[in-house]
């Protein structure tokens, strides 16, 4: 009765990776649990989702190659658009996000265009506009840039518009932490910079201004749904985010959050489905509406009893 914090299935979105490959889902060694899902079959696993009560997904893709464009990410037969409309076409009542970025299709591994060993903001809005543009067409009915690049926002939105795709949400990765918590993930996606790394467009851990910074030029250029990322070491920034906008506030808890709490279980150090359940309610009691995680199908089946 005087709980003052609740943590639902309806809270949660659970993160899947798409690949070309045929055959049976195959275990993402990094991450123990979860997996990559052939294109003919990740409609079966989302429907599966969406009867535990999750409410979304978030799809990845692992393309078939790499080039130093990216444009695995916005081809039309691109593996996220394939899902997108393989899961549209099979489920109902399941909202389903698409993350919009280069590095998993570039060969340099960069979230943006290169050159001269730069990563250059402006020329980059315009692929990551035809990528989200890409899956909108498809049928996805969120977009979210994990980008980082400034003005995507804005971009996205009016090349949305632009089509006639104005019901179309933009849940922006709005103050993104370039992280050491991402290496699982790196190496799921195959998305480890070649070279550098991605500390002149994600921000450094230390800055906490410059996360409200991030969050309120993507209310000002259209976003609908904010997210701070990732979401253990900046529980104090979910807290100022969710008090300085009034859009709803997402919080990822990346894989390697994820990966922490899976090796310690396989050690037979902790409790997993405790401590799975007192994190997730600790990110709700900082504020975020809704949790993206990897723990999500096991902690659904958990609080469903
Ligand atoms: C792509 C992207 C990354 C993650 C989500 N989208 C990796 C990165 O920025 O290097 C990380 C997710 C996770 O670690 O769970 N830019």
Redesign the pocket.
């Known amino acids: 009765m005087v709980r003052e914090t609740s943590l639902s299935p309806r809270n949660l979105i659970y993160?899947l990776f798409v690949t070309y490959a045929s055959g049976e889902p195959r275990e993402i060694g990094s991450m123990p649990g979860n997996y990559h899902w052939p294109v003919d079959v990740v409609a079966r696993e989302a429907a599966s989702v969406a009867e535990l009560g999750i409410p979304a997904v978030l799809l990845?893709g692992i393309p078939e190659a790499k080039d130093a464009a990216g444009s695995g990410a916005y081809a039309e037969e691109g593996v996220v658009q394939r899902a997108v409309r393989a899961i549209k076409r099979e489920v109902t009542d399941l909202v389903v996000i698409t993350?919009v970025?280069l590095?998993?299709y570039t060969s340099h591994g960069h979230?943006g265009v290169v050159r001269d060993g730069r990563v250059l903001n402006d020329p980059t809005l315009e692929l990551l506009a035809k990528t989200a543009l890409s899956h909108a067409r498809a049928g996805a009915d969120i977009v979210a840039p994990?980008?980082m690049m400034d003005g995507r926002i804005r971009a996205i939105r009016s090349a949305l518009d632009h089509e006639g795709l104005t019901d179309t949400l933009i849940l922006s990765?709005a103050a993104?932490y370039a992280s050491a918590?991402?290496?699982?993930?790196?190496e799921a996606?195959g998305?480890?910079p070649q070279f550098g790394d991605?500390n002149a467009y994600?921000m450094d851990p230390a800055n906490r201004r410059e996360a409200l910074k991030e969050a309120l030029e993507d209310v000002a250029e259209g976003a609908d749904i904010i997210m701070v990322?990732?979401a253990l070491a900046y529980m104090d920034i979910i807290r100022e985010v969710r008090e300085a906008v009034l859009l709803p506030v997402a919080a990822?808890n990346?894989?390697?959050e994820?990966a922490m709490v899976k090796a310690a279980a396989a050690a037979g150090w902790i409790d997993e489905a405790r401590m799975v359940e007192e994190i997730l309610t600790g990110i709700r009691r900082a504020g975020a509406d809704m949790i993206l995680t990897?723990h999500a199908r096991d902690i659904a089946r958990r609080l469903r009893g």
């Open positions: 993160p990845f993350d970025c590095c998993e979230c994990s980008d990765y993104k918590f991402y290496g699982p993930f790196r996606a998305s480890a991605r994600q990322k990732p990822y990346v894989s390697g994820y990897y």
